[in-house]
């Protein structure tokens, strides 16, 4: 089962790694996910030619939250010019996103990982899938190189409150 940072403190030294983007600077993997409903599938491919975050999170994780909050204040400021995608993983369902997107006005699309395109990011493995700290935010160019990715902790939490987003935001739109 994975883990949110907000619960757990950070589980092994190789995540700071991750942070300092041992993730990054890679072809990002391509997935098609659907919303919680099966109503709909998100594919990478449909953001071609966009700046694309995704964030792997929790419905249940406060820092989550404060993201998915900055996130809406991206989607405002820089319109259709960058895709968003909030990824959510087991044991989040369609009853726990409803909740969550009523309660706090979410409009980013949600959709439903069982875990492979999660993997894919990461790089895990059996072994290491447990030890995934979220919330992630990945940063994908037009490109679809993945350039940053972020795990929310001290150190990064201007990217996660904003101000530090809206600038790596404008370094991938130049």
């Not at 001290?154 to 130049?174: C, N, P, R």
């Amino acid at each position: 089962m994975f883990r949110s940072a907000c619960c757990l403190p950070l589980i092994a030294a190789g995540l700071a790694l991750a942070a300092s983007g041992e993730l990054s600077n890679r072809r990002a993997p391509g997935f098609a996910l659907p919303d919680p409903a099966y109503q709909h599938y998100y594919d990478l491919q449909d953001y071609a030619g966009k700046v694309v975050l995704i964030d792997i999170m929790s419905t249940r994780c406060p820092h989550c939250l404060l993201l998915s909050t900055t996130l809406e204040q991206v989607k405002a400021r820089y319109g259709g010019k960058v895709a968003i995608l909030e990824v959510v993983l087991p044991p989040d369902n369609q009853a726990t996103v409803s909740k969550f997107v009523a309660t706090n006005n979410v409009t980013i699309p949600v959709v439903c990982d069982m875990g492979q395109m999660t993997a894919s990011y990461f790089k895990a493995t059996p072994n290491t899938m447990t030890q995934i700290a979220i919330p992630h935010l990945f940063l994908i160019d037009k490109q679809g190189m993945i350039r940053n990715d972020f795990a929310y902790e001290e150190s990064t939490q201007a990217v996660f409150e904003g101000a530090g987003l809206f600038t790596e935001i404008d370094k991938l739109l130049k």
